[in-house]
């Protein structure tokens, strides 16, 4: 199946491909401006491609529309395949390591003919690299230190790349004429930031039928297993997806069983013993210590009914992770968590005043499409260069252009101008205090001098949230998953400093990011840190990021009265001050 997605990479391939052969740079910038236009663009543009209905589309000529036609309805590019067999296939994995650009990867290959990770890390080790121009002792050592990263960090994806593949394949288990029931299990039913595979349940009277289907979908690579009542298949993308198939009768078992998480298991299968009966993936069975007729097996027929049984409240999956949440449903004392549904609206997100790709105006109405009632703009700060980031005039004539577009809009919907103020090595921030002063709200975040110390990270953000004019902290720890560590700060000791300055810490959505990590958050939350749940969006697309910070709010086992962004507007204003 050809996707959006499908078609973005192969055309950022062909770019890094020409980058290599050292092509002409504007050649090279025609496949990566396409690349980004079809990643974030608003419409279909699979099927604007699919049809050749694209010579309106900005950005797009003859040439590259051709080709994205052939993507489209062919799902290969001659052109793509040619040149992709002039280079080995692993020289790919040499873009996936934090602080190699395609410049340096460039010079690795003309100058050293390296075209793998393994021969990268030999030519580091053997001293190769230092030789060349712009690669010194410290270079080498960052770039093992990413290798070694991306080793341990091996055959795991994050949550948001495998999303749409986890849904689309749900569709299709569900659309089969012999599923009755089926679902998505294990971590990603749980909304874990990071997964290995994907586990789909499928309650059938026609196992084989389900199995013949699965095994044989367009997006498999090659087949592991293909049982009776199992298999197990390697996407393209090198993901693994295992299904299991279930009766009726069973299906409540196995999904509860399936999704965990291990230790959430092992603690239901404990209380079940206590209280005389034995729990597996298939059923609920009373011990010799029980009578066979204390269990009415046909009222079991969805996990609700299962935690009944065991005298608990309906566990929600995302809790499943033995953090408190088995004592609180034995109590009814576990909390009602947010849903995408409460958010009101949202901030930090950026326009093509800093780096982002969408103007005021299509921020704004994609927003007010999406049923928000307010939208924050929260571009770059003045020190991020590299983000185009904007000095304290133009800052403050994007803030006059708000109040002007705002009176174009409905009473229900506003934006709210801001600014994502970088916090300097030092601790201050990058505007004086009378420019922040003037503005409706200000997100704080790390950009750059990531490898400070742990106390003097510490202090250099606490003295950030010990600013007034600080609403909320951004993406705490920097992290970007399976890309970047998060750099080395106290957590706890940051809580502490927001709670006692009521300064609000943000859920960061972007999937690479999805920063503070969720396993923090129960004790900000408790300790009274406010959240606000954040696309970090830099196109109207990527709005939509909304949904995965929801799915780490609910990690959190934050509620709608934990996040700011359900407040409604009149209510939010308030809590602004304005």
Aim: aromatic share 8%; charged share 25%; hydrophobic share 40%.
């Amino acid at each position: 199946m050809t996707t959006r997605e499908t078609i973005s990479l192969t055309l950022e391939n062909i770019a890094l491909l020409l980058e290599l052969k050292g092509e002409n740079p504007f050649k090279v910038r025609a496949y990566r401006t396409g690349s980004e236009i079809v990643s974030t663009y608003a419409g279909d543009i699979v099927q604007k491609a699919r049809d050749n209905d694209l010579s309106d589309t900005k950005g797009i000529g003859k040439a590259l529309a051709e080709k994205l036609n052939e993507l489209a309805t062919t799902g290969k590019l001659a052109y793509y395949d040619k040149l992709r067999g002039e280079f080995p296939e692993t020289i790919f994995d040499l873009f996936e390591l934090t602080g190699l650009g395609p410049k340096k990867i460039k010079a690795l290959y003309d100058k050293l003919d390296i075209t793998s990770i393994d021969g990268l890390k030999q030519a580091c080790q053997s001293g190769d690299v230092t030789k060349l121009p712009g690669f010194g002792a410290k270079s080498c050592a960052k770039i093992l230190d990413a290798i070694a990263f991306r080793q341990q960090h091996a055959n795991q994806f994050r949550f948001g790349d495998v999303a749409e593949s986890a849904k689309s394949i749900l569709t299709a288990l569900k659309n089969q004429p012999s599923t009755i029931e089926a679902a998505i299990a294990g971590s990603f039913r749980r909304g874990k930031e990071v997964l290995h595979d994907l586990d789909f349940i499928v309650s059938t009277e026609d196992p084989e039928a389900i199995m013949s289907f699965f095994v044989r979908m367009p997006k498999v690579a090659s087949v592991s297993v293909h049982g009776a009542t199992k298999s197990t298949v390697l996407l393209d993308s090198g993901l693994q997806c295992d299904l299991r198939t279930v009766s009726a009768q069973h299906y409540p078992f196995a999904l509860s069983y399936f999704t965990g998480s291990r230790e959430h298991n092992i603690e239901i299968r404990s209380r079940a013993l206590k209280l005389g009966y034995t729990l597996n993936e298939y059923q609920l069975t009373p011990t010799g210590a029980k009578e066979p007729s204390t269990l009415p097996r046909s009222s079991i027929e969805t996990e609700e009914d299962l935690y009944a049984a065991l005298s608990m409240d309906f566990i929600p999956p995302a809790l499943r992770e033995n953090t408190g949440e088995i004592e609180a449903a034995e109590k009814g004392d576990l909390p009602e968590l947010v849903k995408l549904k409460n958010l009101q609206g949202t901030f930090h997100n950026h326009t093509t005043a800093s780096d982002g790709k969408s103007s005021l105006r299509e921020m704004a109405e994609a927003a007010n499409d999406l049923g928000l009632h307010y939208l924050g703009i929260s571009d770059h700060s003045q020190s991020s260069f590299q983000a185009n980031g904007l000095d304290a005039g133009q800052l403050l004539a994007q803030g006059e252009e708000i109040k002007k577009l705002n009176e174009s809009f409905s009473n229900d919907f506003k934006l709210l101008a801001g600014v994502e103020c970088d916090i300097l090595k030092d601790g201050s921030l990058d505007y004086p205090d009378e420019i922040l002063g003037q503005l409706d709200y200000v997100v704080a975040s790390v950009h750059n001098a990531f490898t400070l110390p742990e106390d003097e990270m510490t202090a250099r953000i606490i003295r950030a949230v010990e600013n007034p004019h600080i609403t909320m902290l951004g993406h705490l720890t920097g992290r970007l998953l399976l890309t970047r560590k998060p750099y080395a700060v106290d957590i706890a000791k940051i809580i502490d400093a927001c709670a006692a300055n009521q300064t609000v810490i943000e859920i960061n959505a972007n999937p690479k990011r999805l920063d503070m990590d969720w396993r923090w958050w129960k004790h900000a939350r408790d300790k009274g840190v406010k959240c606000s749940i954040n696309p970090d969006a830099h196109h109207v697309s990527q709005l939509h990021y909304l949904e995965y910070g929801v799915n780490i709010a609910r990690k959190g086992w934050l509620t709608s009265d934990d996040v700011i962004n359900c407040l409604p507007l009149e209510e939010l204003e308030k809590f602004l001050n304005l």
